[in-house]
């Protein structure tokens, strides 16, 4: 796995559920958690702040109000802390929001608050699976934070979003979803790009598509494909062996 995304682990979660996300973390899978991370304070380099949660409501550059935006922990021994914010306009710029820890089996990540409620969009009808953040400060704090769990990702794209995964029979299935703005987009479609899939015996394996593709190389566990898009599409690629 590249990295494990985990929901906000709040009290009460059963010990199993914590046993399992050790295990997996002891087998080498980096971990990114949100907003609480119970039982699990020493991986992600968490310590619950002594005057309990403290809002946020302000990052760089960027001022605003949610009742959810509130910070629950400081950051500890051998944290990195690649964001971090303030308590009011104006205020000193003391609050951790985002950082990485390196543990004895991987990198283990933690954003301190929900990523949505900070500078969150304004409701509007549109194809869309909710609210977002349209803070900048906080888009590149992902970034960072994807970039330090994935530093060689299996799947890279010149353009749109990527998910990935294997499927039980063993194929691995790709599908890039073009995330072009809503307004304002100046972009000749179908528009033409490449991706790189990184795999065992990827080079080896047959192509499904339900788009153009053409093969530009194939190397050792290395594919580079070129494909094109329309706007607001998904692209979706399987990669199989063949009988």
């Given amino acids: 796995a590249e990295f494990l995304v985990l929901p ?11 046993g399992a996300i050790r295990r997996a973390h002891e087998r080498g899978i980096p971990l990114l958690c949100f907003e609480s991370v119970c039982g699990l304070e020493d991986l992600f380099g968490a310590v619950p702040r002594a005057g309990g949660p403290v809002p946020v409501r302000e990052l760089p550059g960027e001022t605003f109000s949610h009742k959810m935006a509130v910070a629950r922990y400081e950051a500890g021994d051998g944290a990195e802390v690649l964001l ?5 306009a104006g205020g000193e710029q003391a609050v951790p929001i985002a950082w990485t820890r390196r543990t004895a089996h991987g990198t283990a990540a933690f954003v301190n608050v929900p990523p949505t409620v900070i500078r969150r969009e304004s409701y509007r009808q549109k194809y869309s699976y909710g609210q977002d953040t349209i803070s900048r400060r906080l888009k590149q704090a992902m970034r960072d934070l994807a970039a330090r769990l994935a530093p060689d990702p299996a ?5 749109g979003a990527v998910t990935a995964c294997v499927s039980e029979r ?29 795999a065992p015996g990827i080079e080896q394996m047959a192509i499904e598509a339900d788009a153009p593709q053409a093969v530009v190389s194939r190397q050792p566990d290395r594919v580079v494909i070129r494909t094109e898009t329309d706007k607001d599409s998904a692209l979706f690629f399987r990669f199989y062996k063949q009988s």
Avoid at 84 to 88: D, E, K, W
Avoid at 155 to 159: G, H, K, L, S
Avoid at 176 to 183: A, F, M
Wanted: aromatic content about 8%; glycine content about 8%; proline content about 10%.
């Fill in 155 to 159: 799947v890279r794209a010149e353009r």
């Fill in 84 to 88: 971090r914010g303030a308590s009011q």
């Fill in 170 to 198: 063993g194929d691995l299935i790709v599908t890039l979803s073009e995330d072009s703005p809503i307004y304002g987009d100046t972009t000749a479609y179908p528009a033409r790009f490449r991706f790189t899939v990184r």
């Fill in 8 to 18: 906000p682990i709040v009290e009460g979660t059963p010990p199993a559920v914590i």
